[in-house]
């Protein structure tokens, strides 16, 4: 396993998340992925925490930023560094409003995507 | 005094003809029974002497009017008065006006005419004259002041109805906003035409009522038990297309009208005396009703209103369906632009993926044992290419079918091979989304249909059943029914409400709001396109939470007229 922990990736496109997790995997990251928020709590209460949670914005059930609400309201979750993927123009202003580690723009860089986990499984 | 039979020159020619003839008795006879009001008078008018014509008309005996004052018979006493002031004065008095009153109290107009008879030394002696009823010629005259009145009144009245119209014009011409021309056509026709109004139109499934009166409380009021929305009664301008005019209007009369109970109790307890109701109507469709009420005002609605009433109906038409006409071009181009955001986000998932795939190949390629790694990570990208050209294949569709030119390639084909094919080919898929296919085929399947549209409709019945039952499983049939082949695909996921079941087959319409699930929300829209256009027909039913079975029954063989097309 590289770096600090694993990945959580949530992600409702299973294209995209297929393509995000390849990435991740060939640069030796251990990755989980949820569909959704409420997939993703599941998951965090039961595997061990990843070092980092990339989070898509629009997703069926629970979207991304009430995933990030309820994080935020588990003392147990709160810590663990945020990086929304989206492909929203107000993106800058949305991941400051959330109060989230880093975003990163899609269409996704495979560079610009490695790069923000690794300096973000780091920061803790 | 007397009602002139003989006019003054008349009267002096008989009486010079009984002087010539020297007969006293034919002269006294001329004089007391000539048509002509005689009489003398003292000074303080006093009557000294009159024959009957200056009483008897007026329904006084000679006791009643000999030896009393002319003043006394007279409505304006004054006027005799100043008659002997100028008398006295030595003055002749040519036809002055003056008002009788009968002894029955009825009045009539006279004229008299005076003259006066003065002693050597220039005394007064007594006074002559004779009285002229000039009734009828007042009457005429009167008449025909009555008569130029009305004629003004008439006059004034066409300009306030001109100036409505005109106003009317102006003031649906100023907005082309579907609410605000529905405002300004309620209070179009008041005060005119009404105390108050109701604005009917027909929207949707109901009718839509506004209400206005002249002032701004009164229409408080009158909102405050209108129920804004209602269904028409039957016999109302808004169903018959006609319109009504009614004076004394009874209970019937409004019951008709009235959108609720506390309305009709309201319209009572204001004393509504007369309604108008004219239909607004374009091209033989009756849009609306507009129907004005006086009540306090106590105005009776009259045939020139309803002819004002049904011009300012025809205009008001006129801007209805203008500004529904802007109001579903906005509308359409609302929708447009909301599809086109949408397609524009389905567009980029497969980009991202793609991008994403397509660049770690390159930074592969040239490294030791990449050859298994870069040929699986290019499948997974062909996987995006083939979901993109899905989505582009499907706003072509869109394209062409909007713009009329799907054509249809029939063949003889048999059904069940086909859907069989569409199962097989999204296997993967199906697995992925968790959902077990069970597949039934009954009867002979063949027909004469277009093969690759067959497919592409069980394809997009497919994808939505995998879409909304994710996990579950669906069950897919076809079977030959009479002259008909029938696709029935089940799903057991969310279901569709029954309003939303009106709707799913409509362009640009989903259910569920976009963000929740891919693709352009098309595909049965599409499929409803690829079915009509085969002469069949395509249905839902479906329970919130217990899934959504959808049928295509597909004639087996090709409607008349629809012949398949000799391609070469």
Same mark, same amino acid.
């Given at each position: 396993?590289?770096?600090?922990?694993?990945?959580?990736?949530?992600?409702?496109?299973?294209?995209?998340?297929?393509?995000?997790?390849?990435?991740?995997?060939?640069?030796?990251?251990?990755?989980?992925?949820?569909?959704?928020?409420?997939?993703?709590?599941?998951?965090?209460?039961?595997?061990?925490?990843?070092?980092?949670?990339?989070?898509?914005?629009?997703?069926?059930?629970?979207?991304?930023?009430?995933?990030?609400?309820?994080?935020?309201?588990?003392?147990?979750?709160?810590?663990?560094?945020?990086?929304?993927?989206?492909?929203?123009?107000?993106?800058?202003?949305?991941?400051?409003?959330?109060?989230?580690?880093?975003?990163?723009?899609?269409?996704?860089?495979?560079?610009?995507?490695?790069?923000?986990?690794?300096?973000?499984?780091?920061?803790? | 005094?007397?009602?002139?039979?003989?006019?003054?020159?008349?009267?002096?020619?008989?009486?010079?003809?009984?002087?010539?003839?020297?007969?006293?008795?034919?002269?006294?006879?001329?004089?007391?029974?000539?048509?002509?009001?005689?009489?003398?008078?003292?000074?303080?008018?006093?009557?000294?002497?009159?024959?009957?014509?200056?009483?008897?008309?007026?329904?006084?005996?000679?006791?009643?009017?000999?030896?009393?004052?002319?003043?006394?018979?007279?409505?304006?006493?004054?006027?005799?008065?100043?008659?002997?002031?100028?008398?006295?004065?030595?003055?002749?008095?040519?036809?002055?006006?003056?008002?009788?009153?009968?002894?029955?109290?009825?009045?009539?107009?006279?004229?008299?005419?005076?003259?006066?008879?003065?002693?050597?030394?220039?005394?007064?002696?007594?006074?002559?004259?004779?009285?002229?009823?000039?009734?009828?010629?007042?009457?005429?005259?009167?008449?025909?002041?009555?008569?130029?009145?009305?004629?003004?009144?008439?006059?004034?009245?066409?300009?306030?109805?001109?100036?409505?119209?005109?106003?009317?014009?102006?003031?649906?011409?100023?907005?082309?906003?579907?609410?605000?021309?529905?405002?300004?056509?309620?209070?179009?026709?008041?005060?005119?035409?009404?105390?108050?109004?109701?604005?009917?139109?027909?929207?949707?499934? $109901?009718?839509?009522?506004?209400?206005?009166?002249?002032?701004?409380?009164?229409?408080?009021?009158?909102?405050?038990?209108?129920?804004?929305?209602?269904?028409?009664?039957?016999?109302?301008?808004?169903?018959?297309?006609?319109?009504?005019?009614?004076?004394?209007?009874?209970?019937?009369?409004?019951?008709?009208?009235?959108?609720?109970?506390?309305?009709?109790?309201?319209?009572?307890?204001?004393?509504?005396? $007369?309604?108008?109701?004219?239909?607004?109507?374009?091209?033989?469709?009756?849009?609306?009703?507009?129907?004005?009420?006086?009540?306090?005002?106590?105005?009776?609605?009259?045939?020139?209103?309803?002819?004002?009433?049904?011009?300012?109906?025809?205009?008001?038409?006129?801007?209805?369906?203008?500004?529904?006409?802007?109001?579903?071009?906005?509308?359409?181009?609302?929708?447009?632009?909301?599809?086109?955001?949408?397609?524009?986000?389905?567009?980029?998932?497969?980009?991202?993926?793609?991008?994403?795939?397509?660049?770690?190949?390159?930074?592969?390629?040239?490294?030791?044992? $990449?050859?298994?790694?870069?040929?699986?990570?290019?499948?997974?990208?062909?996987?995006?290419?083939?979901?993109?050209?899905?989505?582009?294949?499907?706003?072509?569709?869109?394209?062409?079918?909007?713009?009329?030119?799907?054509?249809?390639?029939?063949?003889?084909?048999?059904?069940?091979?086909?859907?069989?094919?569409?199962?097989?080919?999204?296997?993967?898929?199906?697995?992925?989304?968790?959902?077990?296919?069970?597949?039934?085929?009954?009867?002979?399947?063949?027909?004469?249909?277009?093969?690759?549209?067959?497919?592409?409709?069980?394809?997009?019945?497919?994808?939505?059943?995998?879409?909304?039952?994710?996990?579950?499983?669906?069950?897919?049939?076809?079977?030959?029914?009479?002259?008909?082949?029938?696709?029935?695909?089940?799903?057991?996921?969310?279901?569709?409400?029954?309003?939303?079941?009106?709707?799913?087959?409509?362009?640009?319409?989903?259910?569920? $709001?976009?963000?929740?699930?891919?693709?352009?929300?098309?595909?049965?829209?599409?499929?409803?396109?690829?079915?009509?256009?085969?002469?069949?027909?395509?249905?839902?039913?479906?329970?919130?939470?217990?899934?959504?079975?959808?049928?295509?029954?597909?004639?087996?063989?090709?409607?008349?007229?629809?012949?398949?097309?000799?391609?070469?």
């Amino acid at each position: 396993m590289k770096g600090g922990g694993p990945v959580l990736l949530v992600e409702d496109d299973l294209d995209i998340a297929e393509a995000i997790l390849d990435v991740l995997m060939d640069e030796g990251y251990e990755v989980a992925h949820a569909t959704n928020g409420l997939e993703a709590l599941d998951l965090l209460r039961s595997e061990p925490q990843p070092a980092v949670i990339l989070l898509d914005l629009m997703m069926p059930e629970m979207d991304g930023p009430q995933f990030r609400a309820a994080q935020l309201r588990d003392p147990r979750l709160s810590q663990i560094p945020v990086v929304v993927l989206s492909a929203d123009r107000m993106i800058a202003e949305k991941a400051h409003a959330l109060g989230v580690w880093g975003f990163v723009v899609k269409p996704l860089q495979p560079e610009q995507l490695v790069s923000v986990v690794e300096r973000s499984t780091h920061s803790a | 005094m007397g009602v002139l039979s003989q006019s003054p020159p008349e009267l002096a020619q008989s009486t010079e003809r009984a002087l010539l003839r020297g007969d006293a008795g034919d002269l006294e006879e001329a004089l007391e029974n000539g048509g002509v009001g005689l009489h003398r008078l003292a000074r303080d008018g006093t009557i000294l002497w009159a024959n009957r014509a200056d009483y008897e008309p007026y329904g006084y005996s000679a006791s009643e009017y000999l030896g009393h004052n002319l003043r006394t018979f007279h409505v304006q006493p004054e006027l005799i008065d100043d008659m002997l002031g100028r008398l006295v004065a030595g003055q002749q008095v040519l036809g002055l006006e003056s008002v009788v009153v009968c002894r029955d109290g009825s009045q009539r107009h006279v004229s008299l005419t005076g003259t006066v008879r003065l002693d050597e030394s220039g005394g007064f002696v007594d006074a002559h004259g004779f009285t002229q009823d000039i009734s009828e010629r007042k009457q005429g005259e009167l008449r025909a002041a009555a008569e130029r009145e009305e004629l003004l009144r008439a006059e004034q009245v066409a300009r306030e109805r001109l100036t409505v119209l005109a106003r009317a014009s102006d003031s649906l011409a100023q907005s082309l906003d579907y609410e605000r021309t529905i405002q300004t056509i309620a209070g179009l026709a008041l005060p005119l035409l009404g105390d108050f109004a109701f604005f009917d139109l027909h929207e949707l499934e $109901s009718v839509r009522r506004v209400v206005r009166a002249c002032d701004p409380e009164a229409t408080l009021k009158l909102q405050q038990t209108s129920a804004g929305t209602y269904q028409p009664h039957a016999g109302s301008a808004l169903v018959s297309g006609q319109s009504e005019l009614q004076n004394a209007l009874d209970d019937a009369g409004l019951r008709r009208v009235v959108d609720s109970p506390e309305q009709l109790a309201q319209l009572q307890a204001l004393g509504v005396v $007369s309604m108008l109701s004219v239909p607004l109507t374009s091209q033989g469709e009756t849009l609306g009703a507009l129907t004005l009420f006086f009540a306090a005002t106590g105005r009776q609605h009259t045939e020139q209103d309803l002819a004002l009433g049904e011009e300012l109906a025809r205009r008001a038409a006129a801007a209805i369906v203008n500004a529904r006409l802007l109001k579903e071009a906005r509308d359409a181009i609302g929708v447009r632009d909301d599809f086109l955001s949408m397609a524009g986000h389905e567009l980029r998932t497969p980009l991202t993926a793609l991008q994403l795939q397509i660049l770690s190949i390159t930074k592969m390629v040239g490294q030791p044992d $990449s050859v298994e790694k870069v040929s699986t990570r290019a499948e997974k990208a062909g996987k995006n290419v083939l979901r993109l050209s899905a989505l582009v294949n499907e706003l072509l569709d869109i394209s062409r079918i909007s713009a009329g030119r799907l054509r249809l390639e029939r063949g003889a084909m048999d059904m069940a091979d086909a859907v069989r094919e569409v199962l097989h080919r999204h296997a993967d898929e199906l697995t992925k989304h968790g959902c077990e296919v069970h597949f039934t085929a009954a009867g002979d399947l063949s027909g004469n249909w277009d093969r690759v549209r067959i497919e592409q409709i069980a394809t997009n019945l497919l994808a939505n059943a995998m879409k909304y039952g994710k996990g579950k499983p669906i069950e897919v049939r076809v079977q030959r029914e009479d002259g008909n082949a029938r696709l029935v695909v089940q799903d057991h996921g969310i279901g569709i409400s029954a309003e939303d079941q009106q709707r799913i087959f409509q362009r640009f319409e989903r259910a569920v $709001s976009a963000r929740h699930f891919g693709g352009l929300g098309l595909g049965l829209w599409i499929a409803r396109q690829l079915v009509d256009a085969h002469g069949g027909s395509i249905h839902v039913a479906s329970e919130m939470n217990l899934g959504a079975t959808f049928e295509v029954v597909l004639p087996v063989e090709v409607p008349p007229g629809d012949e398949p097309e000799v391609r070469a």
